[in-house]
């Protein structure tokens, strides 16, 4: 069974930066769809932004509230993916979650799987 693990919360000062990652291990995918998610206290999980690479490249999206602040990447390994975090606002203060979509080769569905969630808490 495979895992998804996340690491690189904490806690900053507004203004500040992280860098959040997650590795999976144990799947055998072809295809790694990658999103972000995160959930404050009281609020429902949001998405943050995804990565999908395709035939022509890579393409990525962002929610309108971190536009322009944070940034998804995969690493060269297709099990791997990044969020670095910059301008950090007090807003951005949650739990944040990986989630992947992988298809197994030859097939047209995958699965999604859940990180355990990190931490991120920005201070005014």
């Known amino acids: 069974q495979g895992q998804l693990v996340e690491s690189g919360g904490g806690s900053v000062q507004a203004g500040g930066s992280l860098r959040l990652s997650c590795v999976a291990s144990?799947?055998?995918?072809?295809?790694?769809?990658w999103q972000w998610y995160r959930q404050a206290p009281g609020k429902e999980r949001e998405f943050v932004s995804g990565?999908?690479?395709?035939?022509?490249?890579?393409?990525?999206s962002y929610a309108d509230s971190v536009k322009g602040r944070f940034t998804i990447s995969q690493g060269n390994a297709k099990n791997t993916v990044y969020l670095q975090m910059d301008s950090l606002k007090p807003e951005d203060t949650a739990m944040y979650y990986c989630?992947?979509?992988?298809?197994?080769?030859?097939?047209?569905?995958?699965?999604?799987?859940w990180g355990q969630g990190t931490q991120v808490t920005v201070s005014s």
């Open positions: 990565v999908r690479k395709g035939s022509k490249g890579s393409s990525t």
């Open positions: 144990g799947y055998t995918y072809c295809t790694y769809d």
């Open positions: 989630n992947l979509y992988g298809i197994p080769c030859g097939e047209f569905f995958g699965s999604n799987s």
